[in-house]
């Protein structure tokens, strides 16, 4: 056993080399088209480049595409190339469903080739035929979040030994939660509040639905929330029915 029997068989080949960029070609396929999601394909003509894809509103340019691209390596990837180019960038076909969409809104897939080494791009952007999402089906419940009178947790800390230190430092925010339905779930918290937050067009629901599920409060409709002083937020709650709907 293991003893060599024959010699070690060689033999040379060459493959092809990779066609230009500018003669790549994408084909893109949306389907399971939702109010705030869609399921995308893309597929380039030439497998030997890597390229970025994403969904943009029906009137990006390919300046706002190229802009976006940088803002992402710069604040989802702080800036590192190697980073971004390792999570985002796509060889070959390439699929995946796109969340946080608003309902109703026109869209399109853009897809640009980019060398992987330097980042260069090695063509324009590439733009998809326009589709639209569907209306969202709204839950038949009604939901309050109020902030009541907040106080200063150095104070609080000072006055009741051991009960308020971890808002030492913070205000003190109660908020309490008001439900009218026939609820499944509810979340709610306070986001520091960023330009345009309260605009459905830059920000839609879909976009903090999915933080308010992760992060938000979903045990008790009366809690004591710690903020920043000086601090612009915005509270935000969702409830959901027990078909899915928010």
């Not at 003893?3 to 790549?24: E, F, H, K, N, Y």
């Not at 589709?131 to 979040?145: E, G, P, R, S, V």
């Not at 902030?147 to 030994?161: F, N, P, Q, T």
């Not at 002083?229 to 709907?245: M, R, S």
Request: charge should be negative; include cysteine.
């Amino acid at each position: 056993a293991g003893v060599m029997t024959t010699s070690v068989q060689r033999a040379s080949i060459s493959t092809l080399s990779a066609g230009s960029p500018s003669d790549c070609e994408f084909s893109f396929n949306v389907n399971s088209v939702g109010a705030t999601s869609a399921n995308v394909t893309v597929t380039p003509s030439d497998d030997a480049y890597y390229y970025y894809w994403m969904l943009y509103r029906a009137d990006a340019t390919e300046s706002d595409v190229k802009s976006d691209i940088e803002r992402v390596i710069d604040e989802l990837y702080w800036g590192d190339w190697e980073e971004f180019r390792y999570g985002e960038l796509s060889r070959g076909t390439s699929s995946g469903t796109v969340d946080y969409l608003a309902p109703e809104t026109e869209y399109k897939v853009a897809a640009v080739i980019i060398d992987e080494n330097t980042g260069e791009y090695l063509t324009e952007v590439i733009f998809s035929d326009v589709f639209k999402t569907k209306a969202m089906t709204y839950a038949n419940i009604q939901l309050a979040a109020k902030i009541g009178k907040y106080y200063d947790g150095d104070e609080l800390a000072a006055a009741v030994e051991d009960t308020y230190d971890q808002y030492k430092g913070y205000a003190y925010l109660p908020v309490s939660l008001m439900i009218d339905g026939d609820y499944a779930e509810y979340y709610y918290t306070i986001f520091a509040y960023e330009d345009g937050m309260d605009d459905v067009s830059i920000y839609p629901d879909s976009y903090l639905y999915s933080s308010l599920v992760r992060y938000g409060v979903y045990y008790m409709t009366e809690v004591n929330f710690r903020a920043d002083w000086d601090t612009p937020l915005l509270l935000a709650a969702v409830a959901i029915d027990h078909n899915g709907n928010y």
